[in-house]
């Protein structure tokens, strides 16, 4: 049996040690203070747990082309330097997503910690 990390787990790590995570406390100041928040949860998901207010939705399989300003596919609010949050079902995924926006040019993306259900269950809490 190995202690080594496995292959995902480590691209995980990279990929989060360049990014400025979200708590989700932070959420609301995020969008008030301009930032576009990118729900990539598959439908399925967001009709059986609910959709994220102040959110956009960009199913993952599109989400570089969307948010790609030279793409000629992307979102009128695309733009390099624009703080982008992306959020998925507990924040794995988003990870993964925001560090290949970065590989890109988008030099703002981050991801939301925990994802959506984190964010929900503080929600919930209050």
Known sequence: ???????????????????DRVPP?????EIEAGALVVDIRPASDRE???????????????LEWRLDATSGAALPD????????????????SSLAAADLRAL???????LEGGY??????????
Request: glycine share 6%.
């Open 48 to 62: 059986a747990e609910g959709a994220l207010p102040g959110s956009i939705v960009v199913e993952r399989i599109h």
């Open 1 to 19: 049996m190995t202690t080594e990390p496995s292959r995902i787990d480590e691209r995980l790590r990279v990929a989060r040690s360049q990014l």
């Open 78 to 93: 695309a733009a390099d330097d624009r703080r982008v949050i992306l959020v998925c079902n507990e924040g794995y995924a």
């Open 105 to 111: 040019g988008l030099r703002r993306v981050t991801d």
């Open 25 to 29: 406390a932070r959420l609301a100041a």
């Open 117 to 126: 259900r984190a964010w929900r269950e503080l929600h919930d809490a209050r």
